[in-house]
C-alpha cells in the first residue's frame, strides 16, 4: 500500500467536514469503500464497508464516541437510525423536528426496529425536508447533527420541472444549506447523495457557497488490490495462485468492489461443478457471459500461414498483410498494449487501414474475421457516414434515459454484447462526427464503454479496424460554388510516392490523442497494380464460372486469349483507380452481360457447353449441346 492511500473523496470530506454544511456525493456511490482507522492513514484499512457506514466514520472517527448525531433518510424507508441511539434517538429528534404532537405517529419516521414496514409517501415530501430543516438550523443541541440523504434525487420526477410540491421541498433543503447552525465549531450538516449532480436542480447548488460536490470513482488498481487481499484467500493459500494476481488485478480495472465480491462467488460456483476452472476464465463469464474465450482456441496452425492464406483472398497488398499478420500475432498471443499500464484492458489489437478505394481494406478484414474465427459473421460493421451528426452517438452507444430509443440501447453496445469476441470494423472512419471519434478514446484506452442505459461494455476481446480513403481525392467548393473533387494520388505512382501523402492527410484530420492510441498500426494499402489485377481477372473469371456450373449445370470454357484480352483493360488508369470493385465493374460489364445475352439468344440449357473466344477485339461464344 501506497502511503496516504485513503481515496481522495473520503479524504476530501474529512476536510470540508465543520467547514462546509452541505455535501452533494454521485458516482460510484452503491460499492464498498475502504474503512481506515485514520484519515492519513499509511496501513491497510480495517474493513470494506457501504457508504452510509463509511460517512459515519468519516464524522465520529471513534466508533464508541458520539461526535456527530446521525440521521439517514431514502424514499423507501423513511427516516431512521442505523447505528442505535448512543448517535442520536431518532424518535426524540423526529419529535422536536417534525412537528408531529407527542403521541402521534409520525408518518415518515420508522426507526430501524420497523424499518421497510412502510414507505415514505411523496404526499409527505414537504414536511420531510421541513423536518430535515429544521434538524440543520436547529442550533440548541449539544452535538452537531449530520442528515443523509440516500436517492435524494428519487424524491423528484424532474429536475428542470419541479412539482410545487417538490419544488418546496428543494426551498426547504437551500434554507438549511444557506443558515446551517454551528455546534462546538462544527456545522450541522445535510449530505445527498446522488447517481449525477444534474439529477438535482441546478438552482440548489449553484452558487450556493455552502455546498461542496464530490465525485466517487470505480476503485482504483491499489484499492482494488487491498479488496482482493481481503476478499481472495485462494492468493494466500494457492501458490499457484500468485502467479496471476497481478493480472487478474489488472483485468478486473472497472469493475467495482462489490462486482470483484460477485466476482468471487462467482468462480467458487464454477470450481464446485468443475474443479479445474481458472480464475480469470471466471472473469471473462462475469464480463461476458460465456467461458469459451475465442481468441484462445484459434488454431496456431492457421496462425503461422496466416499470411499465406490472406494473400490469396486479398491481391497485390503484400506489404500490407505482412504488417497486418504481425499485429494479428500480437492480438492472438496476448501481447498486444503491454508496454501501457492498462494493457490488460485495452482492445486486442488496433489497425488502420488507409488508401485507395476499392484496394483489399474491407475484404481484409472479413478474411480475418473468418480465418480467426471461423465466420465472417464475427466482423461486425459500422458504416461511419452513416454518423456523420453530433446526435449519432446515441445511435452507437445508446440514449439517456427519457429519450426516444432509450430501451434499444446503441447499436455497437448491443453488437458487443452479442459477440465480445469480434473484429469490429468501422469504414470510413473520417466521416464519422467528431464527438463520436472522440468516443473511441475511452474504447482504445480502457477497453470498455458505458451505454445509455449504465451498463458497462467491454472491448477488451475485440479486435478494432478502422478505414478510411484519406489522402486520395480531396473535395473542394469551386469558384460557381460547385462541389468538385480532386485526385491527389494515382496509379502511376510508387508506392514509396503515395504512402507519405496518406499518413500526413490522416495526421491532418485526426486529433494527437487519436493517433498515439493507434500508434504505428496505421497501414496503408497501395493501388492495384497491373500484376496484381491479372490475379484478380483470373479468380472473377474462374469464380464466376464456377457458379454457373453449380447453380446452372452449364460449363463455360475460357481460353488464355479470353484471359489476356481482360488482362489489358483492367490494367487501365482508369479502371485501377477504382481498384477491385472497378475491376469487378469491368467484368460485370464485359464479361458477365455479354455472356447473359447470349444463354438467352442461344438457349443455353442445363448440360450444356459454352466455350468463350476472342474475335475481332470482342469476346463471343460458341455451345456444345450435351
Not at 85 to 108: H, L, T
Not at 286 to 292: D, F, R, T, V
Not at 507 to 523: Q, S
Given at each position: 500500500m501506497r502511503k496516504n492511500s485513503v481515496p481522495k473523496w473520503q479524504q476530501e470530506i474529512s476536510s470540508f467536514k465543520g467547514i462546509k454544511s452541505t455535501f452533494i456525493i454521485e458516482g460510484n456511490i452503491n460499492d464498498?469503500?475502504?474503512?481506515?482507522?485514520?484519515?492519513?492513514?499509511?496501513?491497510?484499512?480495517?474493513?470494506?464497508?457501504?457508504?452510509?457506514?463509511?460517512?459515519?466514520?468519516?464524522?465520529?472517527?471513534?466508533?464508541?464516541?458520539?461526535?456527530?448525531?446521525?440521521?439517514?433518510?431514502?424514499?423507501?424507508?423513511?427516516?431512521?437510525?442505523?447505528?442505535?441511539?448512543?448517535?442520536?434517538?431518532?424518535?426524540?429528534?423526529?419529535?422536536?423536528?417534525?412537528?408531529?404532537?407527542?403521541?402521534?405517529?409520525?408518518?415518515?419516521?420508522f426507526g430501524i426496529d420497523r424499518i421497510f414496514k412502510k414507505a415514505c409517501k411523496l404526499d409527505d415530501i414537504e414536511k420531510l425536508s421541513s423536518t430535515i430543516r429544521n434538524a440543520i438550523v436547529d442550533a440548541d443541541r449539544e452535538k452537531p447533527v449530520c442528515v443523509v440523504m440516500s436517492f435524494a434525487s428519487r424524491y423528484i420526477s424532474s429536475p428542470t420541472a419541479l412539482e410545487p410540491a417538490e419544488n418546496k421541498m428543494f426551498l426547504n433543503l437551500l434554507f438549511a444549506s444557506l443558515n446551517a447552525a454551528r455546534i462546538r465549531d462544527q456545522f450541522n450538516t445535510l449530505i445527498m447523495v446522488v447517481e449525477k449532480f444534474n439529477d438535482l436542480p441546478a438552482w440548489f447548488f449553484y452558487n450556493n457557497p455552502n455546498v461542496r460536490t464530490i465525485s466517487i470513482p470505480n476503485p482504483d488498481k491499489e484499492i482494488r488490490a487491498v479488496f482482493i487481499d481481503k476478499e481472495y484467500t485462494e492468493f494466500s493459500t494457492d501458490p499457484a495462485m500468485q502467479k496471476i494476481k497481478d493480472k487478474f488485478i489488472d483485468v478486473t480495472d472497472g469493475l467495482k468492489n462489490r462486482e470483484l465480491k460477485e466476482l468471487r462467488s462467482l468462480y467458487q460456483r464454477m470450481r464446485a461443478r468443475k474443479p479445474d476452472t481458472e480464475l480469470l476464465d471466471a472473469v471473462s463469464v462475469?464480463?461476458?457471459?460465456?467461458?469459451?474465450n475465442m481468441w484462445h482456441s484459434i488454431d496456431q496452425e492457421k496462425i503461422s500461414h496466416l499470411e499465406e492464406l490472406l494473400q490469396k483472398r486479398v491481391m497485390g497488398q503484400d506489404q500490407a498483410i505482412e504488417k497486418t499478420v504481425n499485429i494479428v500475432k500480437r492480438a492472438v498471443s496476448g501481447l498486444s498494449g503491454l508496454q501501457h499500464s492498462s494493457g490488460q484492458n485495452k482492445p486486442r489489437g488496433v489497425l488502420f487501414f488507409a488508401g485507395p478505394t476499392g484496394t483489399g481494406k474491407t475484404e481484409l478484414t472479413k478474411a480475418l474475421a473468418e480465418q480467426l474465427f471461423g465466420d465472417e459473421n464475427n466482423c461486425i460493421r459500422f458504416d461511419m457516414s452513416e454518423y456523420a451528426e453530433s446526435h449519432a452517438d446515441q445511435k452507437l452507444f445508446g440514449a439517456p434515459p427519457g429519450y426516444v430509443g432509450y430501451e434499444a440501447g446503441g447499436q455497437l453496445t448491443n453488437a458487443i454484447k452479442e459477440k465480445p469476441f469480434s473484429i469490429l470494423l468501422f469504414d470510413e472512419i473520417e466521416k464519422a462526427h467528431p464527438s463520436i471519434v472522440d468516443k473511441f478514446l475511452q474504447i482504445l484506452e480502457d477497453g470498455r464503454m458505458t451505454?445509455?442505459?449504465?451498463?458497462?461494455?467491454?472491448?477488451?476481446?475485440?479486435?478494432?479496424?478502422?478505414?478510411?480513403?484519406?489522402?486520395?481525392?480531396?473535395?473542394?467548393?469551386?469558384?460557381?460554388?460547385?462541389?468538385?473533387?480532386?485526385?491527389?494520388?494515382?496509379?502511376?505512382?510508387?508506392?514509396?510516392?503515395?504512402?507519405?501523402?496518406?499518413?500526413?492527410?490522416?495526421?491532418?484530420?485526426?486529433?494527437?490523442?487519436?493517433?498515439?492510441?493507434?500508434?504505428?498500426?496505421?497501414?496503408?494499402?497501395?493501388?492495384?497494380?497491373?500484376?496484381?489485377?491479372?490475379?484478380i481477372v483470373k479468380g472473377q473469371v474462374e469464380k464466376i464460372n464456377a457458379r454457373i456450373e453449380k447453380q446452372n449445370k452449364i460449363k463455360v470454357v475460357v481460353t488464355e486469349d479470353v484471359l489476356e484480352h481482360y488482362y489489358k483493360l483492367a490494367a487501365r488508369d482508369e479502371v485501377l483507380e477504382m481498384g477491385g470493385r472497378g475491376i469487378g465493374n469491368l467484368m460485370e460489364d464485359r464479361y458477365i452481360n455479354p455472356l447473359a445475352e447470349y444463354f438467352f439468344e442461344a438457349g443455353i440449357k442445363e448440360g450444356d457447353t459454352v466455350n468463350a473466344v476472342i474475335a475481332e477485339g470482342k469476346i463471343q461464344f460458341t455451345k456444345e449441346t450435351s
Open positions: 464498498f469503500y475502504p474503512l481506515y482507522e485514520r484519515t492519513q492513514a499509511d496501513e491497510p484499512p480495517k474493513a470494506f464497508v457501504d457508504l452510509n457506514m463509511t460517512l459515519f466514520k468519516l464524522y465520529n472517527e471513534n466508533m464508541n464516541e458520539s461526535i456527530y448525531d446521525f440521521m439517514f433518510c431514502d424514499p423507501a424507508t423513511g427516516i431512521y437510525n442505523k447505528f442505535g441511539d448512543r448517535f442520536g434517538n431518532i424518535e426524540e429528534m423526529m419529535q422536536k423536528y417534525s412537528g408531529v404532537p407527542e403521541g402521534e405517529e409520525n408518518p415518515f419516521s462475469y464480463k461476458y457471459g460465456i467461458i469459451e451505454d445509455g442505459q449504465g451498463n458497462t461494455v467491454y472491448f477488451s476481446e475485440t479486435l478494432i479496424i478502422f478505414t478510411s480513403n484519406l489522402g486520395i481525392t480531396r473535395q473542394y467548393i469551386d469558384a460557381s460554388g460547385r462541389e468538385c473533387r480532386e485526385q491527389l494520388v494515382y496509379p502511376g505512382e510508387t508506392y514509396a510516392e503515395i504512402q507519405p501523402k496518406v499518413l500526413s492527410a490522416i495526421k491532418d484530420h485526426f486529433k494527437p490523442e487519436m493517433l498515439n492510441r493507434i500508434g504505428n498500426n496505421v497501414i496503408v494499402y497501395d493501388f492495384i497494380r497491373p500484376e496484381a489485377s491479372r490475379s
